[in-house]
């Protein structure tokens, strides 16, 4: 082994082993078919930390104080078999947890509350009427559980789940209007039926193939956001889950002179939009409540992209990643898929993805390289991936970009992820079920050690300058 090669896989396991520290185990044998088996895990407003564990025949309830320390648990019964899944938690005035466990068509849901001060618990039911609606999204925010479905006469309807019981909210959205002569536009309901809804968390990592998505929802700012991108702009829907108004905004891509295709992501407060055809590309960011730009990066096929860190890139099903020669290359096969971008914050720059994804013919099914990503990214969403997920050969067709928090573009050394280590250790290990949770400024990968026979928590965090 050379030297060179014997440091730089000394660095690598250091960074590794820096990036993961095991938080607690607690002992814990689930039983029968892992079909059965899944993770949730909420805060309350002491910070206290909560994860429901369940198999086919219980459900145990750990409790760790702010400092993630254990301090008590509960175990029941698994609702009859009417109920499939657990879908959020709110909790009560001090602090007790109220677990929501739904039907597969979420027309039934049951609320278990828990009392860990007299170690019991109790149930209500609700019932939903969902027969001329499609379900597109369940999130939790604001202490509620919500489930969203799209009607037939272009509305969103939030059936809102709290302490104070159910409540049902309306949303108009009015009519998708495009400014392309003789352009016949489909409605934002129809957007959804097509698209379905990829549910974001910009402060976690995610892929470009979750990027390159049309229809994109966001919880930011006590705000359930939607983004639709579709022929010549990004139409926002920012709906105040306080009293569930709604603004909407549009903002029009960077002009191009031929065809092109474009794709929106927001961060924080600021909408960056990538607009790309064989011959140029566009990467502009705007300050969403504003609607002021605040700068734009351009580049063509007769030139190399000068705000990128890294080289231009294709990754295979397989994982393996080659570099492409030039930006003309690049730009032809960007024009050839979907294009999109994602945007992430990490402890030094912003990371920017940018590029698309393609299909290719291929004999097998599509084996993700980027591997275990997919199980997170679409774990809360209701994205319909089956136009990436066939018998095709998936490509990602990428650079990476570092800018800082103004925009402006940085030159500064790559620094590991906690998605590098997250990634490497569950290609590793597959558990059997597992769940991610952003906590304070790391992620804790919450999983079942079936070999140990314990539920474990891990922490994995960015690796900072």
């Not at 994109?216 to 579709?230: E, G, P, V």
């Not at 990602?396 to 800018?403: A, G, L, M, Q, R």
């Not at 990634?423 to 590793?428: A, K, V």
């Amino acid at each position: 082994m050379s030297k060179l090669y014997f440091t730089l896989l000394l660095i690598c396991t250091v960074q590794s082993t820096f990036a993961q520290t095991i938080l607690n185990r607690f002992p814990l044998e689930l039983k029968r078919s892992s079909d059965y088996f899944q993770i949730l895990n909420a805060e309350n407003a002491s910070k206290d930390y909560f994860s429901f564990i369940t198999d086919k025949q219980n459900t145990t309830v750990l409790k760790h104080n702010s400092a993630l320390f254990f301090t008590d648990s509960i175990a029941v019964s698994r609702p009859d078999k009417n109920f499939d899944f657990m879908i959020g938690t709110t909790f009560s005035e001090d602090g007790n947890p109220n677990l929501y466990w739904s039907s597969k068509d979420y027309t039934t849901l049951k609320l278990i509350a828990f009392d860990f001060k007299t170690h019991t618990s109790s149930s209500l039911i609700f019932e939903n009427d969902f027969e001329r609606e499609k379900v597109v999204d369940v999130f939790v925010a604001e202490n509620a559980v919500n489930i969203v479905t799209v009607t037939q006469n272009n509305q969103l309807k939030f059936s809102n789940f709290s302490n104070s019981g159910k409540k049902e909210y309306f949303i108009t959205l009015s009519p998708n209007h495009t400014p392309i002569e003789n352009a016949k536009d489909p409605t934002y309901s129809e957007l959804i039926f097509e698209n379905g809804i990829t549910a974001i968390d910009s402060k976690l990592f995610t892929p470009l193939y979750i990027g390159v998505s049309k229809v994109k929802r966001y919880l930011n700012n006590q705000q359930f956001i939607l983004t639709f991108d579709t022929k010549a702009q990004t139409t926002v829907f920012s709906i105040h889950l306080s009293d569930f108004s709604v603004d909407k905004k549009l903002f029009p891509y960077e002009h191009l002179e031929e065809k092109a295709k474009s794709n929106s992501f927001l961060n924080d407060t600021i909408l960056y939009q990538f607009t790309a055809n064989s011959e140029a590309l566009s990467l502009s960011a705007t300050n969403l409540a504003s609607g002021n730009k605040i700068k734009s990066y351009q580049a063509n096929a007769k030139n190399d992209i000068d705000f990128k860190n890294s080289p231009l890139l294709l990754q295979s099903e397989s994982g393996k990643t080659r570099e492409i020669k030039n930006t003309s290359k690049l730009l032809s096969k960007i024009n050839d898929g979907h294009v999109g971008l994602s945007v992430y914050s990490t402890p030094n720059y912003n990371l920017f993805t940018i590029g698309g994804v393609r299909e290719v013919a291929s004999g097998g099914n599509v084996a993700l390289g980027i591997g275990v990503v997919v199980l997170g990214a679409f774990g809360g969403g209701f994205a319909d991936p089956s136009f990436l997920m066939d018998s095709s050969n998936l490509q990602s067709v990428y650079f990476e970009s570092y800018f800082d928090t103004t925009f402006k573009h940085v030159k500064t050394p790559y620094r590991p992820l906690y998605i590098d280590a997250l990634g490497e250790f569950l290609n590793e290990n597959n558990p059997s079920v597992h769940n991610t949770i952003l906590h304070k400024n790391y992620v804790i990968l919450n999983y079942y050690d079936s070999e140990t026979k314990e539920f474990v928590m891990r922490k994995f965090e960015d690796i900072p300058n």
